[in-house]
T-cell receptor, first 111, second 111 residues
Framework: GQQLNQSPQSMFIQEGEDVSMNCTSS?????WLWYKQDPGEGPVLLIA?????ELTSNGRLTAQFGITRKDSFLNISASIPSDVGIYFC???????????FGAGTILRVKS | KAGVTQTPRYLIKTRGQQVTLSCSPI?????VSWYQQTPGQGLQFLFE???????NKGNFPGRFSGRQFSNSRSEMNVSTLELGDSALYLC??????????FGSGTRLTVV
């Protein structure tokens, strides 16, 4: 089945630093999604990308839909302590009725 | 509006028992999906229901089942529990082409 390769697995950064993470696949997708999961909670959708090459921002977060449609990137600028959590990329399959997730990137921020 | 509500939040069961988890979707949402999250396997799709019909099923054994009621509330059942079934079980709902909204999950521990 489809597999999303997400990296890095974890990051421990200083408050104020920028963060980059990405997801790649051998398959082509029409939509890429980025979620964040706080401890003890379910994932929350951060950004949705629908077009190859698209660059979309949500506050300090910026995500890009790769031009090959096989990858996506998420950047967080000027990280703050509340950015701590697990970030997942995901793609919808089966007409959007099923999500396949990457393994996640654990983000820790030193203040 | 109220979010996706999952009950109970925490559950401890013994091997061999069965368990039923409940999910109340956002009002008006007719699609409900279930996911299993474990440290080893990450977030994996269990099944998706729409208008009381299962539309998609993930690669899980038949011990995992679910159903949806006419008011869109959903339950999932796991029979003959195994230690490996210990996980966070997440429910998500959506309306039309919107993104999925996840609940906070039920943390199941099998001892």
């Amino acid at each position: 089945g489809q597999q999303l390769n997400q990296s890095p697995q974890s990051m421990f950064i200083q408050e104020g630093e920028d963060v980059s993470m990405n997801c790649t696949s051998s398959s082509i997708f029409n939509t890429w999604l980025w979620y964040k999961q706080d401890p003890g909670e379910g994932p929350v959708l951060l950004i949705a990308l629908y077009k190859a090459g698209e660059l979309t921002s949500n506050g300090r977060l910026t995500a890009q839909f790769g031009i090959t449609r096989k990858d996506s990137f998420l950047n967080i600028s000027a990280s703050i302590p509340s950015d701590v959590g697990i970030y997942f990329c995901a793609v919808p399959l089966e007409y959007g009725n099923k999500l396949v997730f990457g393994a996640g990137t654990i983000l820790r921020v030193k203040s | 509006k109220a979010g996706v509500t999952q009950t109970p939040r925490y559950l401890i069961k013994t091997r061999g028992q069965q368990v039923t988890l409940s999910c109340s979707p956002i009002s008006g949402h007719r699609s409900v999906s279930w996911y299993q999250q474990t440290p080893g396997q990450g977030l994996q799709f269990l099944f998706e229901y729409f208008s009381e019909t299962q539309r998609n099923k993930g690669n899980f054994p038949g011990r995992f089942s679910g159903r949806q009621f006419s008011n869109s509330r959903s339950e999932m059942n796991v029979s003959t529990l195994e230690l490996g079934d210990s996980a966070l079980y997440l429910c998500a709902s959506r309306q039309g082409e919107e993104g999925y909204t996840f609940g906070s999950g039920t943390r199941l521990t099998v001892v």
